[in-house]
């Protein structure tokens, strides 16, 4: 059985940083496509951050460009997003999201993603 489970949220103040982990289990996801998404309240889910496979470009919403980091550690089947200079406007459930097929699609795309985990809550006061 195939899981993600996310860690690493919390309530931080803005400017403050939070480094989230999402570890996999089930199957290794070195080749394939791990992303980060969030939804706040009233609002859809929406692309974070990303990377096809690892080692791969880490691409980013315009919104947390300059401010994020994705990372993964392939030993440990593990994907990271380090939040530096949070907003309150980051606020939101973050979700880690893993494909093993669909290669071809955008990686925004939150439909072709296979594998969720339950999600983080990440608050940012101001």
């Known amino acids: 059985q195939v899981q993600l489970e996310e860690s690493g949220g919390g309530l931080v103040q803005a400017g403050g940083s939070l480094r989230l982990s999402c570890a996999a289990s089930?199957?290794?996801?070195?080749?394939?496509?791990m992303s980060w998404f969030r939804q706040a309240p009233g609002k859809e889910r929406e692309f974070v951050s990303g990377?096809?496979?690892?080692?791969?470009?880490?691409y980013y919403a315009d919104s947390v460009k300059d401010r994020f980091t994705f990372s993964r550690d392939r030993v440990k089947n593990t994907v990271y997003l380090q939040m530096n200079s949070l907003k309150p406007e980051d606020t939101a459930v973050y979700f880690c999201a893993g494909r093993t097929g669909s290669s071809w699609a955008d990686l925004r795309e939150d439909r072709y993603y296979n594998y969720w985990g339950q999600g983080t809550q990440v608050t940012v006061s101001s």
């Open positions: 990377n096809a496979w690892n080692g791969g470009t880490s």
């Open positions: 089930g199957r290794s996801f070195s080749s394939s496509a």
